[in-house]
C-alpha cells in the first residue's frame, strides 16, 4: 500500500516562503510522475505543478516564477518551494503521484494560509 504524507505547511505573511514536503512510504512501487495540487474554500481543486520523473516541470500561470516543484527520487519525496506568497495561495494543498501501473495516489493535504 503506497502513502503519501504532506508536510511544511503553516501560517506565512504575504510575500514569504513556504516548503512543502511529500513523503512517499510503501515498497515495491516506483513513481513515475509527482503533482501538487491546491483546493481554497469554495473552489475546485486545481493543479499547481508538475515534475515526472525524468524531471520536466509544467506550473499553473498563476505560480510561475515564484513555485519550483522538485523530487528526490532516491527518497520518493516531492517538494514545493513557494516563495513571494499570496493571499490568494491561500489553500489546501495537496500532492499526488502517478504509478508506473497506473494507479495515483493522494496526500492527506497541508493547510497554507498567507495573510495580507
Known amino acids: 500500500q503506497v502513502q503519501l504524507v504532506e508536510s511544511g505547511g503553516g501560517l506565512v505573511q504575504a510575500g514569504g516562503s513556504l516548503r512543502l514536503s511529500c513523503a512517499a512510504s510503501?515498497?515495491?512501487?516506483?513513481?513515475?510522475?509527482m503533482g501538487w495540487y491546491r483546493q481554497a474554500p469554495g473552489k475546485q481543486r486545481e493543479l499547481v505543478a508538475t515534475?515526472?520523473?525524468?524531471?520536466?516541470?509544467t506550473y499553473a500561470d498563476s505560480v510561475k516564477g515564484r513555485f519550483t516543484v522538485s523530487r528526490d527520487n532516491a527518497k520518493n519525496m516531492g517538494y514545493l518551494q513557494m516563495d513571494s506568497l499570496k493571499p490568494e495561495d491561500t489553500a489546501v494543498y495537496y500532492c499526488?503521484?502517478?504509478?508506473?501501473?497506473?494507479?495515483?495516489?493522494w496526500g492527506q493535504g497541508t493547510q497554507v494560509t498567507v495573510s495580507s
Open positions: 515534475i515526472n520523473s525524468g524531471g520536466s516541470r
Open positions: 510503501g515498497t515495491g512501487f516506483s513513481i513515475t510522475a
Open positions: 499526488n503521484a502517478r504509478m508506473t501501473w497506473g494507479s495515483i495516489y
